[in-house]
């Protein structure tokens, strides 16, 4: 792929990861943040992921230091005049975002791919303020980015198949491993798997059957192991369709179907648990537990890509 200049709205935790990746592929990167606060938290996200990265020997300290010689740290959005690739993570509001894109697809080329991380947000609905909305399409990464291989790509009733496949190509010659999402479904697949997990793990809980850690372990003991290697139908079919079907015919009346946001999930919110970002979630994360867990998740994390991953050419 040739070197691009590839600007990213939004100097958070998926913002600064998604710089890195583009930066470590030689591009050149605009990062952007409204806030001055907000750049300078970004800054320090990635310095403690490339220390994460050199420590675990994925990078030299050399090679560290070019990576970050390429992202240049913005709050003009003008900076994107430039772009040749737009990547949009701000703020998961659809407010926040018409005000965006009106401005920002105003601003660059006309022939700029422009994609939005948005985690379930109708794509569809962000390009009613896309000036040219064919070259518009979801681009959802996974936290954190810089690792995990996943690309969701979603295309919006607007998208052309043009937009969809050179972001799909930008994806994989960044080393990930997208997936085309052919209709724009709230969540897209990931997270309506991921929140049809979290409801049962939630259930579960609520139901006194098991404590929040031993679910944590469950998964990354059996099912996280598992998932890791292959996916629900592959592992129907390796275990017998007829022993699915058989579970299946007395569990699902027994899982939850709940419409609404879990209690133990919304006594958390309530409270401002935000997790690791607010120092208390379901765990503790004060007193410097914040950073231990982040180290530790990118630790394992890069262990399991090279794992699964390191030897694909």
């Known amino acids: 792929m ?14 600064a990861s998604i710089a890195q990746v583009y930066a470590q592929c030689g591009h050149e990167v605009v ?3 409204l806030f001055p606060l907000g750049l300078g938290k970004g800054k320090d996200l990635i310095t403690l992921n490339q ?58 080329r006309a022939d700029a791919i422009l994609t939005s991380n948005t985690s379930g947000l109708s794509l569809s609905e962000i390009a009613t303020a896309v000036i040219r ?37 930008s994806a994989l010659a960044a080393g990930k491993k997208p997936v085309m999402v052919q209709k724009d479904a709230k969540g897209f697949v990931l997270n309506r798997l991921q929140f049809a997990v979290l409801r049962e793990a939630m259930h579960i809980v609520e139901n006194g059957i098991a ?43 027994d899982l939850s179907d709940e419409k609404a946001v879990p209690e133990l999930l919304a006594a958390r919110y309530q409270a401002g648990d935000y997790g690791v970002k607010s120092g208390r979630g ?17 630790k394992m994390f890069l262990k399991l890509a090279e794992c699964l991953y390191g030897g694909e050419d």
């Not at 675990?56 to 390429?70: D, H, I, M, P, V």
């Not at 598992?226 to 592959?234: K, L, N, S, V």
């Not at 994360?285 to 180290?295: L, Q």
Request: charged share 25%; glycine share 8%.
């Open 282 to 298: 379901f765990y503790d994360y004060s007193d410097g537990k914040d950073e231990a867990a982040i180290r530790r998740r990118d």
């Open 31 to 33: 990062l952007y943040d």
């Open 133 to 169: 909305p064919e070259r518009f399409c979801g681009m959802h990464w996974i936290n954190p980015p810089h690792i995990v291989p996943l690309v969701e790509v979603i295309k919006g009733d607007k998208t052309s198949d043009e937009t969809a496949q050179a972001v799909y190509e």
């Open 51 to 108: 220390e994460t990265a050199v420590a675990e020997g994925k990078l030299t300290a050399a090679q560290s230091a070019e990576l970050l010689g390429r992202i240049h740290f913005t709050t003009e959005l003008a900076d994107f005049a430039r772009a040749d690739f737009v990547i949009e993570a701000i703020l998961e509001r659809m407010d926040v975002k018409h005000a965006f894109w009106a401005e920002a697809s105003s601003l660059v």
């Open 2 to 15: 040739a070197k691009q200049i590839i600007a990213i709205a939004g100097a958070g935790t998926m913002g």
């Open 211 to 253: 404590s929040p850690e031993d679910v944590d372990n469950v998964f990354k003991y059996g099912l996280g192991m598992r998932y890791a290697a292959i996916g629900p139908f592959e592992t129907a079919d390796l275990g017998g369709l007829d022993v699915f079907y058989n579970i299946a015919s007395y569990l699902l009346a």
